[in-house]
Every structure is written in structure tokens, then in C-alpha cells.
């Protein structure tokens, strides 16, 4: 038993990664390869289970800011010499015709939005909040972190020798409670309140990058919440009240200076900060 506690500890130290620019140490047990086949598996069950858009104007606009933004940060990451961080990603940003005000990504880049957000999201700035937010996700490896979570916790509490006998039933298990797939159209359990703030900084960063404004990030936020207040539905990713909406806005707030440092203008080689008129000219003229 002694020898079996040793191993896992060593399997844990082994299992230790660092979210890129928040820098937080995170177990993650599953290997990349593992987690992004698992993540293209789960994706096309659910795509082709859902009713997909495609050719229109709005899954097109789906499409692009997914792309800039993913371009944005790939380019980012090659800059620092951190291409590795991207590699084994095979993106897709699909639009799912669905009512419920949701998006969201599975490991390895695989992003859905569905059309019912797109009332809350109403620009592309606003759409790029979304789209900057689920990418976070994605490059944080939030799905493989909670996957470990749940594994972690399933061993602590079954005898270890039978889980690690039964380690395909525990993988299985382990990656239907992370993700919290279980209706037809997966309907994802909320991420934590961890997650939701990594992701909430990570997002405003990246949508910056790719040259929106972060400054939308709040105002998208107020819209949710409004909507929120009238419809109710919190089981789901974008209705999840951790953080709370307040705290949330308020964090966001506090994230934006943040992300101005790596707010970048398509057409113009430095990093612009339009606090100015004079600047917000400039950046009218770039565009
Ligand atoms: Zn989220």
C-alpha cells in the first residue's frame, strides 16, 4: 500500500502544469493528446446531436472572431518562443441554433456558441467576449484540470487498487461529471469560481490582443445579468452566478488595465492604449 502511495504522489508532482501569463500551478493527471481526443470525441457527439448554422452572416462572424482571436494569441505565444503551448489544438467555432443565452469550448479548441447569445452579445466586440472567455478556457486546460479534480477525488475515496484495475470506467466517469454532459444537447455544469475568474482575466487579454476593445467585456456582462434577471437558467456556462455578477463586473473592471498592456490594433505595430482622443483618432485611422 505504502509503495502505491509513493507512486501517486509521484504521479501528482509529475502532473504539474502552469496555466500560461496567470502563472497558477495546476494538476492536470491526463495528457494533452489524451484530453484533446477526448475533447474532439465529445464535440462531434454533441455537433452532430445539435443543429449547427452554417453560411449565414452570424456563424461566419462566429467563425472570424474565433480565428483573430486564436490568431492573435498564437502569434503571442510564438513571440515569447511558448509555441508548444498551442500545439496538438485543432480549433473549430461552430454556432449551434439553440435559444439558450450559452457557449462553450472542450479541450483541445473545440468552441460552440448558440444563437441564443447572440441578443446579449450584439457586436462583434460583444461577441469577441464570448469567443475570448471560452478560448481561456481552452489554453488554460481548465477541462483537464477539473477532469484531474474529479479523478483525484473518485481515488481518494475508492480503494485505490480497484480504480487503477478499472481505469477506463474511472476516466469515463470522471469525464461526464467534469464536463456535466448528460441531455441531448450538452449542457455543461459551471465551471468554478476559479476557472470563471481565469478565464473572465485570460478572455479580456486575449480579445485585447486580437484588437477589441476590453473595455466591452463589462458592458457584455450588465447585459447577461439583465437578462438573467428575466429568464433565470443557471445550470448554465454564461448563467452561472459564481462569480457573482457584481463581483464579476467589478473584476473585470479591475482586469482591463491589465489587458490594455496587450490591447493591439490591427495595422499598427505597437501595443496602443487609445485613452485619448487624440489616440482614439489614431486607432479610427489604423482601422
Ligand atoms: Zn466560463
Known amino acids: 500500500m505504502r509503495r502505491i502511495l509513493i507512486a501517486f504522489l509521484l504521479m501528482l508532482l509529475a502532473a504539474c502544469e ?20 477526448l475533447g474532439a470525441r465529445e464535440y462531434r457527439r454533441i455537433i452532430d446531436e445539435s443543429d449547427v448554422v ?22 503571442y505565444f510564438s513571440q515569447n518562443g511558448q509555441s508548444d503551448l498551442l500545439k496538438g489544438y485543432r480549433w473549430e467555432f461552430r454556432l449551434i441554433d439553440d435559444d439558450e443565452p450559452n457557449a462553450f469550448c472542450l479541450p483541445g479548441g473545440k468552441v460552440a456558441v448558440y444563437t441564443g447569445i447572440l441578443d446579449i452579445t450584439q457586436t462583434e466586440a460583444g461577441l469577441a467576449v464570448v469567443m475570448g ?73 486575449f480579445m485585447a490582443m486580437a484588437g477589441y476593445d476590453p473595455h466591452e467585456a463589462p458592458k457584455f456582462w450588465r447585459r447577461m445579468a439583465a437578462a438573467k434577471k428575466e429568464e433565470g437558467g443557471e445550470g448554465f456556462e454564461f448563467m452561472s452566478t459564481h462569480p457573482s455578477d457584481e463581483t464579476r463586473v467589478k473584476d473585470l473592471e479591475n482586469a482591463i488595465v491589465e489587458a490594455m498592456t496587450y490591447y493591439h490594433v490591427p495595422g499598427r505595430s505597437q501595443v496602443a492604449q487609445p485613452s485619448t482622443p487624440q489616440k482614439q483618432r489614431k486607432r479610427r485611422l489604423a482601422d
Open 133 to 205: 472567455h471560452e478560448v481561456a478556457h481552452a489554453i488554460a486546460n481548465h477541462g483537464s484540470e477539473r477532469m484531474s479534480q474529479t479523478l483525484l477525488v473518485d481515488l481518494a475515496g475508492a480503494a485505490l487498487s480497484v480504480a487503477v484495475a478499472d481505469e477506463d470506467t474511472t476516466t469515463q466517469v470522471a469525464l461526464q461529471t467534469a464536463f456535466g454532459f448528460g441531455s441531448a444537447l450538452g449542457v455543461l455544469l459551471p465551471f468554478s469560481r476559479l476557472h470563471e475568474s481565469e478565464a473572465d482575466r485570460l478572455g479580456l487579454i
Open 18 to 37: 502552469t496555466v500560461p501569463i496567470t502563472g497558477r500551478q495546476q494538476i492536470s493527471i491526463h495528457g494533452a493528446a489524451e484530453m484533446n481526443a
Open 54 to 75: 452554417s453560411g449565414t452572416r452570424e456563424a461566419r462572424l462566429v467563425s472570424e472572431v474565433g480565428n483573430k482571436i486564436k490568431n492573435a494569441v498564437a502569434n
